[in-house]
C-alpha cells in the first residue's frame, strides 16, 4: 500500500510539471494553432482529473473531512482554482527543504531556502498568468513574458517600480494576491535572516 502510495504522489507530481509546462507556453508562444490549443486543453483536463481525485480520495478516506482539508490548502485550492494547479509542484519544495534540515544546514537555513524557492516559483506562475491576461489588451504595458516576469519579480519583493502594471480586472485581481504573498514571503526571509545574526551573535557572545 505504501508503494501503491508513493507512485501515486510521484505521478502527481509529474502531472503538475506538464500542467506547468503546457500552463507556461500560451505565455511564451503568441500564435497557437486550434490544434495545440485543444492538445494543451486537453492535457490541463486530465491533470485536473486527477488533482480532484486525489482530493476526493483524500476526503473519503480521511476521518475528520474538515481536518484534511485544512492540512491540505494547496490540494485544494489546485482544484477549485485551475490556474493554481502548478502549486502542486511546492510539494517539491517541502521535500527540498525538509532534505537539506537531513544534510545538516541547518532547520533555519532549510526555511529561508525554501520560502526563497516559494519566491521564485509563485513570482513564475504570476508571470506566466499575468503575460497571458495582459498581451492582447489595448493599451497594456506588458506584452511579452520577460515583461510580465520583471512585473513578477518587482511585485513581489514590493520594490514596485511602477514601469508595468497590470490593466485588466484578472490582472489586477491577481497583483493584489502577489502583493499579499509578497509581503508575507519578505517577511518570513528577514525574520529568518535577523534570527541567524541573534543566533551568531550570542553564540560570540558565549564565546
Not at 503568441?30 to 480520495?57: G, H, P, R, T
Not at 485544512?70 to 517539491?92: A, G, I, N, T, W
Request: charged share 15%; proline share 2%; net charge positive.
Amino acid at each position: 500500500m505504501r508503494k501503491v502510495g508513493k507512485f501515486w504522489s510521484l505521478t502527481l507530481t509529474l502531472l503538475a510539471v506538464l500542467f506547468l509546462v503546457v500552463f507556461s507556453i500560451p505565455a511564451f508562444v503568441i500564435d497557437l494553432s486550434e490544434n495545440a490549443k485543444s492538445s494543451i486543453e486537453l492535457v490541463q483536463w486530465i491533470c485536473w482529473l486527477a488533482f480532484a481525485l486525489d482530493l476526493f480520495i483524500g476526503l473519503l478516506t480521511s476521518k475528520n473531512k474538515k481536518d484534511y482539508l485544512v492540512k491540505h490548502p494547496l490540494e485544494l485550492l489546485s482544484v477549485l482554482l485551475p490556474f493554481l494547479r502548478p502549486l502542486r509542484l511546492m510539494r517539491v519544495i517541502s521535500f527540498g527543504g525538509l532534505a537539506l534540515q537531513k544534510i545538516a544546514l541547518g532547520k533555519q537555513f532549510a526555511i529561508t531556502v525554501k520560502v526563497a524557492l516559494t519566491a521564485v516559483f509563485v513570482s513564475y506562475i504570476a508571470a506566466v498568468q499575468i503575460t497571458i491576461s495582459e498581451r492582447n489588451v489595448e493599451g497594456s504595458n506588458i506584452k511579452s513574458f520577460s515583461d510580465g516576469l520583471w512585473w513578477a519579480v518587482t511585485t513581489v519583493t514590493t520594490v514596485g517600480y511602477g514601469d508595468r502594471f497590470p490593466t485588466t480586472t484578472e490582472g489586477r485581481i491577481l497583483a493584489v494576491m502577489l502583493m499579499l504573498v509578497g509581503i508575507s514571503l519578505v517577511g518570513v526571509i528577514t525574520a529568518s535572516v535577523a534570527s541567524w545574526f541573534v543566533r551568531l551573535s550570542q553564540e560570540e557572545s558565549k564565546n
